[in-house]
């Protein structure tokens, strides 16, 4: 059985930082492409970034590049989001997802597993 949890939500000034981590179980982790989503209250889920297998490959959606960078350490199964800048539209609850493909994707459809995900408030 596969599990993702994620780890590091709260509650942050804007301009703060915060990482936030997600372990996986249940699947040989270095396989896989894993990626990072938000929904924020009363809109859509959207991606934030993904990395591929290697951790060589990243993208990272235009509202969050060169604030957020993701990165894995696969000997801990564990991706990172490390974020900075914080700004109060980055308010959302945040999940990790872990893909079918070994190259970063975009598209949830193509996400076999996914976290429970951690808050994140940002005040303003």
């Known amino acids: 059985q596969v599990q993702l949890v994620e780890y590091g939500g709260g509650l942050v000034q804007a301009g703060g930082s915060l990482r936030l981590s997600c372990t996986a179980s249940?699947?040989?982790?270095?396989?896989?492409?894993m990626g990072w989503f938000r929904r924020a209250p009363a809109k859509e889920r959207e991606f934030v970034a993904g990395?591929?297998?290697?951790?060589?490959?990243?993208d990272l959606a235009v509202s969050v590049k060169g604030r957020f960078t993701i990165s894995r350490d696969n000997a801990k199964n564990t991706v990172y989001l490390q974020m900075n800048s914080l700004k109060p539209e980055d308010t959302a609850v945040y999940y990790c997802?872990?893909?079918?493909?070994?190259?970063?994707?975009?598209?949830?459809?193509?996400?076999?597993?996914w976290g429970q995900g951690t808050q994140v408030t940002v005040s303003s």
């Open positions: 997802a872990s893909a079918g493909t070994i190259i970063p994707t975009r598209l949830d459809r193509e996400y076999d597993y």
């Open positions: 249940g699947r040989t982790f270095s396989n896989y492409a």
């Open positions: 990395i591929g297998w290697n951790g060589y490959s990243t």
